[in-house]
């Protein structure tokens, strides 16, 4: 409990009030922590406030926020842990109070040409980790007491629940950013084919591991990816990214789709230990007449061609990536009559709570029409009910032209 016998009741009150102010919370985190050490400053009567954060792969403390040494975080100051005063306090994970500043128990020299006499410092920490450290300072001589090292841990609790928030906003856009590159918002313009493509995220960060992709291959041959990635968020979508440019590689190594599958269930076994990932992959031939096939553990493709009914694409399904199961990897060759249509998709746009998988596929493959793929891609989307998905939805639609 912090000491209200110092400073009385309603004086701590007042206090601890104004660094919890629920109105703090409306705030982005920049501002948030601008006026949180405006606060601290106020409350504490010191001259200087400053936060640094954590660079866990450096193991440096970054200057982040700044009242009265604003030119720290200008110049992006960085101590590592254990040296100086705010890596002792990180080393230590204990508050730190420094009476006299000198030159020995600094290395900041923006402290010393500002002319900070004393410093209180302490931990920001999350769930038992750290996350940075905070300090004030004074001009002139100070002997900082138990209720100021009281309150300024409060405060950096703040500061822990800011910087969290920050860190989530930061993965969560560097996610989206890493997704939108690697699932193409245009597909290539190519001779006697059509493309359409949707991707609709089935989690609150808007990131997942599904992805599709389309590439042209030196022979001619198109290669055509629908991918998923277990799991959500920045891991998947960097994993994902990783086996999206392996598989383009080792397309450039072998015409077969089998064999690529096989070198990439080696690559995700080795380096990707964890992550189980389905995949399909078709090569269509330069004069769209014939469909290669080989398919990961991922659901078959539905073909539509004009004069029959749609139909699951009659694929061998062969194991996962990554489970492990060394089998030999098959390829199937199938038909691609002119104006047929080809759609891939990842499970989440089928797979229902209480519902076989197999209804779910039943009424894709009805929904599919003999139209363009934008036509199609709408279609489908509709009659399966995308817009309240609990997975991760791709879906990539391929029409061969009449000529």
Same mark, same amino acid.
């Given at each position: 409990?912090?000491?209200?016998?110092?400073l009385?009741?309603?004086?701590?009150?007042?206090?601890?009030e104004?660094?919890?102010?629920?109105?703090?919370?409306r705030? &982005?985190?920049?501002?948030?922590?601008?006026?949180?050490?405006?606060?601290?400053?106020?409350?504490?009567?010191?001259?200087?406030?400053?936060?640094?954060?954590?660079?866990?792969?450096?193991?440096?403390?970054?200057?982040?926020?700044?009242?009265?040494? +604003?030119?720290?975080?200008?110049?992006?100051?960085?101590?590592?842990?254990?040296?100086?005063?705010?890596?002792?306090v990180?080393?230590?994970?204990?508050?730190?109070?420094?009476?006299?500043?000198?030159?020995?128990?600094?290395?900041?020299?923006?402290? *010393?040409?500002?002319?900070?006499?004393?410093?209180?410092?302490? =931990?920001?920490?999350?769930?038992? +980790?750290?996350?940075?450290?905070?300090?004030?300072?004074?001009?002139?001589?100070?002997?900082?007491?138990? &209720?100021?090292?009281?309150?300024?841990e409060?405060?950096?609790?703040?500061?822990?629940?800011? @910087?969290?928030?920050?860190a989530?906003? #930061?993965?969560?856009?560097?996610?989206?950013?890493?997704?939108?590159?690697? *699932? =193409?918002?245009?597909? =290539?313009?190519?001779?006697?084919?059509?493309?359409?493509?949707?991707?609709?995220?089935?989690?609150? @960060?808007?990131?997942?591991?599904?992805?599709y992709?389309? /590439?042209? #291959?030196?022979?001619?041959?198109?290669?055509?990816?629908?991918?998923?990635? @277990?799991?959500?968020?920045?891991?998947?979508?960097? $994993?994902?990214?990783?086996?999206?440019?392996?598989?383009?590689?080792?397309?450039?190594?072998?015409?077969?789709?089998? %064999?690529?599958?096989?070198?990439?269930?080696?690559?995700?076994?080795? /380096?990707?230990?964890?992550?189980?990932?389905?995949?399909?992959?078709?090569?269509?031939?330069? &004069?769209?007449?014939?469909?290669?096939?080989?398919?990961?553990?991922?659901?078959?493709?539905?073909?539509?061609?004009?004069?029959r009914?749609?139909?699951?694409?009659?694929?061998?399904?062969?194991? =996962?990536?990554?489970?492990?199961?060394?089998? %030999?990897?098959?390829?199937?060759?199938?038909?691609?009559?002119?104006?047929?249509?080809?759609?891939?998709?990842?499970?989440?746009?089928? +797979?229902?709570?209480? %519902?076989? /998988?197999?209804?779910? $596929?039943?009424?894709?493959?009805?929904?599919?029409?003999?139209?363009?793929?934008d036509?199609?891609?709408?279609?489908?989307?509709?009659?399966?009910?995308?817009?309240?998905?609990?997975?991760?939805?791709?879906?990539?639609?391929?029409?061969?032209?009449?000529?």
């Open positions: 409990m912090v000491r209200a016998d110092v009385g009741d309603e004086q701590w009150l007042r206090r601890i104004a660094v919890t102010d629920a109105t703090l919370s705030l &982005d985190v920049a501002d948030l922590f601008d006026e949180l050490l405006d606060r601290v400053r106020d409350l504490l009567r010191v001259d200087t406030a400053a936060i640094l954060l954590l660079d866990v792969r450096a193991q440096q403390l970054v200057a982040t926020a700044a009242r009265g040494l +604003e030119e720290e975080v200008r110049q992006g100051f960085r101590v590592s842990v254990g040296r100086g005063f705010a890596g002792q990180a080393l230590t994970r204990q508050p730190v109070i420094i009476q006299t500043v000198t030159s020995d128990n600094v290395v900041n020299p923006v402290l *010393i040409q500002t002319g900070v006499r004393s410093l209180l410092g302490v =931990p920001i920490m999350a769930r038992g +980790e750290l996350v940075g450290v905070l300090h004030v300072g004074t001009l002139s001589p100070r002997q900082f007491t138990l &209720d100021d090292v009281r309150l300024l409060l405060v950096a609790d703040r500061v822990s629940l800011a @910087s969290s928030a920050r989530n906003t #930061l993965d969560q856009t560097a996610a989206l950013a890493l997704q939108r590159s690697l *699932i =193409p918002a245009e597909l =290539p313009c190519l001779p006697d084919l059509e493309l359409a493509g949707r991707y609709v995220p089935g989690h609150a @960060s808007g990131v997942g591991g599904d992805w992709d389309v /590439f042209t #291959l030196p022979s001619g041959w198109l290669g055509v990816v629908v991918g998923d990635v @277990s799991g959500h968020g920045l891991q998947s979508a960097v $994993v994902m990214g990783r086996v999206r440019s392996a598989l383009r590689a080792y397309s450039l190594v072998s015409d077969d789709p089998a %064999e690529v599958l096989t070198l990439l269930d080696r690559k995700v076994v080795h /380096f990707e230990a964890g992550s189980l990932t389905t995949a399909l992959y078709v090569m269509i031939s330069p &004069d769209r007449e014939t469909l290669r096939v080989s398919v990961a553990g991922h659901p078959r493709p539905v073909l539509a061609a004009p004069g009914r749609n139909t699951v694409l009659d694929a061998y399904i062969d194991p =996962p990536l990554g489970a492990g199961r060394s089998r %030999e990897r098959r390829t199937t060759t199938a038909h691609f009559p002119p104006g047929s249509i080809l759609v891939a998709y990842t499970d989440g746009l089928v +797979e229902r709570r209480g %519902e076989l /998988f197999d209804a779910g $596929v039943a009424r894709l493959t009805a929904a599919v029409p003999l139209a363009p793929v036509t199609v891609a709408a279609t489908v989307m509709a009659a399966l009910d995308t817009e309240h998905p609990t997975d991760d939805i791709a879906l990539l639609a391929v029409r061969r032209l009449l000529r």
